[in-house]
């Protein structure tokens, strides 16, 4: 991917054949483990399986509507303990804004639930029934529906994967005026991300989505953070960008230039890259509390853990 031959400010991504960004953009063929074919497959079973032991497990209130859509509801999953003040951990699911369910993607539930975390499994309308907009829309009123359900929390932190940690980058760029509440923003955990949709057209991806180049620069937190800096959160909200070893090249690059343009605005951001997993294993780890990447989400929410 050298960038040696553009003219200058054009993204290296314009140097790869047709056949090369697909592959860039094809995360389950990045993965070392096992064959691509099977990677969705065992990440959904991992998921469903998750899911099953969290809501068997843990004190829920499943399918809570956020909205009017059939699409717009939540998992909610408490600690053993009841309290009125609890941090608030909402997590959107992957899936290429086209696939994936919050109910298959409870991996977290258990090691945040023991640690006295509420987490918030949100689903949104995908494609194609949902577009961009609407999604956007829907994740953004998930979070200012919980801040009013839940007034005295002790902080909300937004977690996405792949396109919903895309999604959660979109609510940190959110005008809470229209929606008369500001929330208790803390933290945000952006996991496997893209953040400049527009290599995304010219992709299979994009079949479902039915993205113009108009709509993918709307839609993607890199153009609006740099045309439009500051964001509505302070300096001291944590902003954690995370990127698996076995994530894409292209991955790889939108992760570190979107945590540069986070930093260059006064965000506090940090860029972690974790050794040893991939696109998909670096959330089907989060049912341990070991996990790198649980670590990372607990000392976001409690910092002297």
Not at 48 to 65: M, Y
Not at 100 to 116: R, W
Not at 135 to 151: C, G
Request: charged share 20%; proline share 7%; glycine share 6%.
């Amino acid at each position: 991917m050298a960038a040696s031959t553009l003219p200058a400010g054009e993204p290296p991504w314009k140097t790869l054949s047709a056949e090369e960004l697909e592959k860039q953009y094809s995360p389950s063929r990045w993965v070392i483990r096992m064959k691509a074919e099977e990677v969705v497959s065992t990440f959904v079973r991992a998921g469903s399986q998750a899911t099953r032991k969290a809501r068997a497990t843990r004190r829920n209130q499943l399918d809570v509507p956020y909205g009017d859509g059939e699409g717009e509801k939540m998992d909610i999953y408490f600690p053993d303990e009841d309290s009125k003040a609890f941090p608030l951990f909402l997590f959107f699911h992957g899936g290429y804004w086209q696939s994936g369910s919050k109910d298959d993607s409870a991996f977290m539930v258990t090691p945040l639930t023991a640690q006295g975390v509420v987490v918030v499994i949100v689903a949104y309308d995908i494609a194609p029934k949902g577009a961009l907009d609407r999604m956007v829309d829907q994740v953004t009123r998930s979070v200012v529906f919980l801040q009013r359900r839940y007034p005295s929390n002790e902080g909300i932190y937004l977690c996405g994967h792949s396109a919903g940690a895309h999604l959660a980058a979109m609510v940190l760029l959110a005008s809470w005026t229209k929606h008369g509440v500001t929330p208790n923003l803390q933290g945000f955990l952006l996991v496997s991300g893209i953040y400049d949709l527009e290599p995304l057209i010219y992709t299979s991806q994009n079949a479902p989505l039915h993205m113009a180049l108009e709509d993918a620069q709307r839609n993607s937190p890199q153009r609006r953070l740099e045309v439009a800096p500051p964001t509505p959160v302070g300096p001291a909200c944590p902003v954690v960008v995370v990127v698996g070893q076995h994530d894409s090249p292209e991955f790889h690059r939108q992760s570190r230039e979107f945590y540069e343009t986070l930093h260059r605005v006064g965000l506090k951001a940090s860029l972690q890259e974790l050794p040893d997993v991939d696109h998909f294993d670096i959330v089907e780890n989060l049912t341990r509390e070991d996990h790198a990447l649980t670590q990372i989400i607990l000392k976001t929410i409690f910092p002297t853990l």
